[in-house]
């Protein structure tokens, strides 16, 4: 079992920068995969980005790449989203999760953790 916390959402104009954090605790946190989804109103949950349990891999929505960063830090148990050029259609709850496959998994049901989520919300 693995629980996650998210922090650092809030209120940001667009083309701002937003850094979310995600921490966890549990079990050997180097065993997961790590990913970011969100989802706004009316919308279906849909994947941000993933990387894998070293850190050496990562994979991002078309809609996000060039503008965000995942990464991780094994010895803090934390993973990271480095949110820059924000739009406000990036506004959503922004969810992280825990896989237990290697790799750098995009579906939702790949996924066996997830925090409750932080809210993010971009002011045009």
């Known amino acids: 079992q693995v629980q996650l916390v998210e922090s650092g959402g809030g209120l940001v104009q667009a083309g701002g920068p937003l850094r979310l954090s995600c921490a966890a605790s549990?079990?050997?946190?180097?065993?997961?995969?790590m990913g970011w989804f969100r989802q706004a109103p009316g919308k279906e949950r849909e994947f941000v980005a993933a990387?894998?349990?070293?850190?050496?891999?990562?994979y991002y929505a078309d809609s996000v790449k060039g503008r965000f960063t995942i990464s991780r830090d094994n010895a803090k148990n934390t993973v990271y989203l480095q949110m820059n050029s924000l739009k406000p259609e990036d506004t959503a709850v922004y969810y992280c999760a825990a896989a237990t496959v290697a790799g750098t998994p995009r579906a939702a049901y790949a996924y066996n953790y997830w925090g409750q989520g932080t809210q993010v919300t971009v002011s045009s």
């Open positions: 549990g079990r050997t946190f180097s065993s997961y995969a």
């Open positions: 990387i894998s349990r070293s850190g050496t891999g990562t």
